[in-house]
């Protein structure tokens, strides 16, 4: 088993949708919740950074964590164009060989087209 | 300059070359780290320094081979690669690599091996 799964996509929604990325993971240390944005021919950015379980808002972007599903989330509210790319969600824990040590997801591919 | 600077962009090299990536960074962190990104497939962790020492070695063939003088600069020496080998290689810096500080990622190195 993976120890961070998410959905390749491609996903392609029009402009102005909500769009809802998630991931799953199987290793109850983690505690630490990244997302990274990757546009083309870049490297990845740091999106969104939570700790432990609950909400985050920045923006139009809300991170969501539910650690007793082991499930996390990223949606995007009113969303753009400039939102179309590749969306990694990694996750880190505080002890043993997951502290400071990312984990990532394969990336969901995001188009929003106008 | 600010954040992570990777050189070259783009490398093509046959399999006999010898060639060297360079990262940089900007941002004052203490640890340095190397990633191989591959078509669908999640970032590849190969190479940890935290203060100038290497503290991972995630498996890596011994073609490709490290090196940190200093908190601010990393290579990644190559030397008869093969053609799995081609990826876009990702630097990465962050304050502690025994912390969970956030990584910053620089835009990368598109390699191509012939």
């Known amino acids: 088993q993976k120890e961070v799964e998410q959905d390749p996509g491609p996903l392609s929604v029009p402009e102005g949708a909500i769009v809802s990325l998630n991931c799953t993971y199987s290793n109850s240390a983690f505690q630490y919740f990244m997302w990274y944005r990757q546009y083309s021919r870049k490297g990845p950015e740091l999106l969104m950074y939570?700790?432990?379980?609950g909400n985050k808002e920045d923006g139009r972007f809300t991170a969501q964590v539910d650690k007793s599903s082991k499930y996390i989330s990223l949606f995007i509210r009113d969303s753009q164009p400039s939102d179309s790319a590749t969306y990694l969600c990694a996750m880190s824990g505080g002890r043993g060989s997951t502290l400071g040590r990312l984990y990532f997801g394969r990336g969901t591919q995001l188009t929003v087209w106008p | 300059e600010t954040g992570v600077t990777q050189t070259p962009r783009h490398l093509v090299m046959g399999m006999t070359n010898k060639k060297s990536l360079k990262c940089e960074q900007h941002?004052?962190?203490?640890?340095m780290y190397w990633y191989k990104q591959s078509a669908k497939k999640p970032l590849e962790l190969m190479f940890v320094y935290n203060f100038k020492e290497q503290t991972e070695n995630n498996s890596v063939p011994s073609r490709f081979s490290p090196e940190c003088p200093n908190s601010s600069h990393l290579f990644l020496h190559l030397h008869t690669l093969q053609p799995e080998d081609s990826a876009l290689y990702l630097c990465a810096s962050s304050q502690d690599s025994g912390s969970n500080q956030p990584q910053h990622f620089g835009d990368g190195t598109r390699l191509s091996i012939l």
């Open positions: 941002l004052g962190h203490n640890a």
């Open positions: 939570t700790y432990s379980s």
